[in-house]
């Protein structure tokens, strides 16, 4: 049975954290480990600081890529785009992100906190307990 987003979603709404990639001013890959929560359309969102490295690369180069999940052998691979929402899209975000991680509010008050939302642009779900199963889904633009 073909891998769909309700499965994708709900394989997300079940970790809480993930590894996020970007790319360094030299071009080598930089992660780093990032607690999540994930909107209806499938968007990663997770806080920062603004001094980490992955902002700085996230603003010079937003494509990104995510990997959630390394628990029985299942992980959901993600390619996307990352931004930092402003205005109605911040808080709607936000509200996603506390529900998710109830002291996301506290970090609201350290000085240089930011936001970013991964929209994906594909995904790859690898499971490999009893017979290996590897789908994709690719979407052409953020879902």
Same mark, same amino acid.
């Given at each position: =049975?073909?891998?769909?987003?309700?499965?994708?979603?709900?394989? =997300?709404?079940?970790?809480?954290?993930?590894?996020?990639?970007?790319? $360094?001013?030299?071009?080598?890959?930089?992660?780093? +480990?990032?607690?999540? @929560?994930?909107?209806?359309?499938?968007?990663?969102?997770?806080?920062?600081?603004?001094?980490?490295?992955?902002? @700085?690369?996230?603003? @010079?180069?937003?494509?990104?890529?995510?990997?959630?999940?390394?628990?029985?052998?299942?992980?959901?691979?993600?390619? $996307?785009? @990352? *931004?930092?929402?402003?205005?109605? *899209?911040?808080?709607? +975000?936000?509200?996603?992100?506390?529900?998710?991680?109830?002291?996301?509010? *506290?970090?609201?008050?350290?000085?240089?906190?930011?936001?970013? &939302?991964? &929209?994906?642009?594909?995904?790859?779900?690898?499971?490999?307990?009893?017979?290996?199963?590897?789908?994709? =889904?690719?979407?052409?633009?953020?879902?």
């Amino acid at each position: =049975m073909p891998l769909t987003r309700e499965d994708v979603r709900a394989f =997300m709404e079940n970790h809480r954290y993930a590894v996020v990639s970007s790319i $360094g001013p030299d071009g080598a890959p930089q992660s780093a +480990l990032v607690g999540i @929560a994930v909107s209806h359309a499938l968007e990663v969102v997770f806080d920062s600081l603004e001094t980490t490295r992955k902002i @700085a690369n996230i603003r @010079a180069n937003p494509r990104v890529s995510v990997v959630i999940g390394w628990e029985n052998e299942q992980t959901l691979q993600v390619e $996307g785009i @990352a *931004d930092e929402p402003n205005g109605d *899209d911040l808080k709607g +975000l936000k509200e996603i992100y506390f529900s998710a991680w109830p002291d996301g509010p *506290d970090r609201e008050k350290w000085r240089g906190i930011t936001y970013c &939302r991964v &929209r994906p642009t594909w995904f790859r779900f690898s499971s490999y307990l009893a017979t290996p199963l590897i789908e994709e =889904m690719r979407f052409p633009g953020p879902v």
